[in-house]
């Protein structure tokens, strides 16, 4: 059984950066061929794929957040990561990791999912 679980701060103030962690079991990261991604909701909205990285550690980043996103994986370790620059209160979401069989979508696995607050 894959198991995603994300871990980091429940709160982060204004202008830090967000980092957050995908531990994954049951499955490799390096695994051929899937997408390993974060996808978050903000109160109110769909959920808004943020980027990945691929079993081959190649890594994506939707241009909505491609200037301020940072994602990296530690096969040691068969985790990924995502960090967020320059947060704002419009950052404050659940933040999922996921698994995918295609960039973006085909998602199979999640995680439970964190809620991260930015506030002074």
């Known amino acids: 059984q894959v198991q995603l679980q994300e871990s980091g701060p429940g709160l982060v103030k204004p202008s830090q950066t967000l980092s957050l962690t995908c531990t994954v079991s049951?499955?490799?990261?390096?695994?051929?061929?899937?997408?390993w991604s974060w996808i978050r909701q903000s109160p109110g909205k769909g959920l808004e794929w943020m980027g990945a990285?691929?079993?081959?550690?190649?890594?994506f980043t939707s241009p909505s957040f491609k200037s301020r996103t940072s994602i990296s994986g530690d096969t040691a370790k068969n985790l990924f990561t995502l960090q967020l620059s320059s947060v704002t209160p419009e950052d404050t979401a659940v933040y999922y990791c996921?698994?995918?069989?295609?960039?973006?979508?085909?998602?199979?696995?999640w995680g439970q999912g964190t809620q991260v607050t930015v506030s002074s």
């Open positions: 996921t698994r995918g069989g295609r960039l973006g979508t085909n998602y199979d696995y």
């Open positions: 049951g499955a490799s990261i390096t695994q051929s061929y899937y997408y």
């Open positions: 990285i691929s079993s081959s550690a190649n890594t």
